[in-house]
Each structure stands twice: as C-alpha cells, then as structure tokens.
C-alpha cells in the first residue's frame, strides 16, 4: 500500500473522529443545559446543510471519509492482515469490509445532503416503512437488530480486553500517554456498546410496533438513556464519545495501517 493511499486513509480516520467528537459536544452540551442537542449522524448532517458553509464542510468531510471506507474494503479483500480463508477468517474480512461500507454509506449520504438539502429526507421517502409491515420485512428487521446485539458485545469484548491496543504502535508512547490512551479507548468503546445496545432493542422492538424506524437510531438511544436514568447518564455517555474521538485521533498518528495478522485480533470494531 504506497504512501498516498496511507495518508488518505488517515484522513479517513480523521474525519471518523471529528464525527464522533460532534455528536459527543452537542449532546453533552443538551445533556447540562448548555445548549447543543441530542444528536446523530444523519441530524448533525442536517444541521450543517443549512449552514453558510456547512455544505463544503460536508463534502469536504465526505471526501476524508472515503479514505477509511477504502481502506478497510481492500484490507477485507487483498487480505493483509492474514485472517485466511477458513469458515473464521472469512467471517472477520467480511466483518471489516461490513465496517467500511457502513461509513460508505456515512459519506455518500452527506455528499447527497450537500448536493442538495432536500434529499435530506429521503430515508423517510423511502419503502423500509411499509416493508416491515411484511413478514420478510419484519425478519430482515429482526436479523439486523441481532446483528447490532452481537455488535453491541463485540464493543464491550473490545473494551474489557484492551484488543484495540493491538492496532496501534502503543510501544512508541510514553508511559504516561500509555494509559490515558488506553482509558479513553476502553471509556469511548463501552460507550458505543451501551448506545448501540439500545438502539438495537428499538429496532427489535419496530419489528413487533408501530414504531418509526427513525425512531431507532442514536437520539432515539440518548432519548431513552436521559428518560430513563436522568441528564447527568446521558451526559457521562456523551462524554463517552468525546473520549472515543480522542482515542481515534490517536489513531490517526499510531494506527499500523499495514500490520499483518502475526499481531492477532487487528480488527477491532468499526
């Protein structure tokens, strides 16, 4: 992988950052009644797009992010990381590469937000709706959320074991940076269990309700976590994200983009 394409894909991981770090800012701030607002990625999308120069920012983002999309897919399909192609290796490459398009998916709905600001509602227009009212819809539905649950204690497994330590060049920081890097890693990834815990029993829950399925995303989770245990939870998970940007933003300078799988476990959520 030449220099170029490392670079881009750093820039990936630095756009990867910046959206955590929003979405952690503006909640935090709705959490203490500082301002802000509960928020996702397709909200904070929005909120941009009706911005003097929230469109370029947008594009300007969605370009950056493309670098980490191709550079998570083509480590899923040349293989460096050595997972193989027995019945587990296949699984984790097919894992990485899923963790690419879902930010591809990330980039290209903000260059269409951007593009044009009407468009913005267009995963309302569409027939997802109406589709789980069927059974096929209704299973799909529920396999999706049970994916999100297995996410979910994948996120937590991440945390406990420290396995996102093995994609850095940890060895090259100081020992004081050591554990500050290892205790936002650990805070930021427990964090997006919890919120992805949640929101994956919402989208359970769509499946047997009425329920809207914009109803299951990251605000529905933080709505759910501020009714339920109070502003300072939501606040503290909130947090969580900001200390989750910061690990990333570690990554942008210590990540072994081109580590093989003689370092094990090298793929660590999304």
Do not use: H
């Not at 991981?13 to 301002?35: E, Q, Y």
């Not at 227009?125 to 069927?134: G, K, N, P, R, S």
């Not at 359970?204 to 990251?218: Q, V, Y």
């Not at 939870?233 to 989750?244: D, M, N, Q």
Request: proline share 1%.
């Amino acid at each position: 992988m030449n220099t170029k394409f490392l670079f881009y894909a750093r820039a990936g991981l630095f756009a990867k950052a910046v959206l955590f770090l929003a979405i952690g800012v503006l909640t935090t701030m709705a959490a203490f009644n500082l301002g802000g607002f509960k928020t996702g990625s397709f909200t904070l999308m929005n909120f941009l797009a009706e911005k003097a120069a929230g469109r370029a920012l947008l594009i300007l983002w969605a370009v950056a992010l493309s670098g980490y999309v191709f550079w998570r897919v083509y480590e899923s399909i040349a293989d460096k990381r050595e997972f193989g192609n027995d019945l587990t290796g296949i699984a984790e490459r097919i894992g990485f590469g899923f963790g690419g398009l879902v930010y591809a998916f990330l980039a290209v709905s903000a260059l269409l937000v951007a593009l044009n600001p009407q468009t913005s509602s267009w995963l309302k227009e569409t027939d997802m709706q109406q589709l789980i009212q069927t059974d096929l819809g209704k299973y799909t539905v529920m396999a999706i959320a049970v994916g999100m649950l297995g996410a979910t204690l994948n996120e937590f497994y991440i945390a406990i074991s420290r396995k996102f330590s093995r994609t850095i060049a940890i060895e090259s920081v100081k020992p004081f940076y050591k554990k500050l890097i290892l205790t936002s890693g650990m805070i930021g990834y427990a964090s997006r269990g919890i919120t992805l815990g949640i929101a994956s029993f919402l989208l359970w829950d769509s499946a047997f309700t009425n329920r809207d399925l914009e109803d299951t995303n990251k605000e529905a989770a933080f709505s759910v976590m501020e009714y339920l245990f109070g502003n300072w939870t939501l606040g503290v998970i909130a947090l969580g994200f900001i200390t989750y940007s910061c690990y990333v933003f570690v990554e942008v300078r210590y990540r072994n983009l081109q580590t093989f799988r003689k370092n094990p476990d090298t793929s660590p959520g999304l």
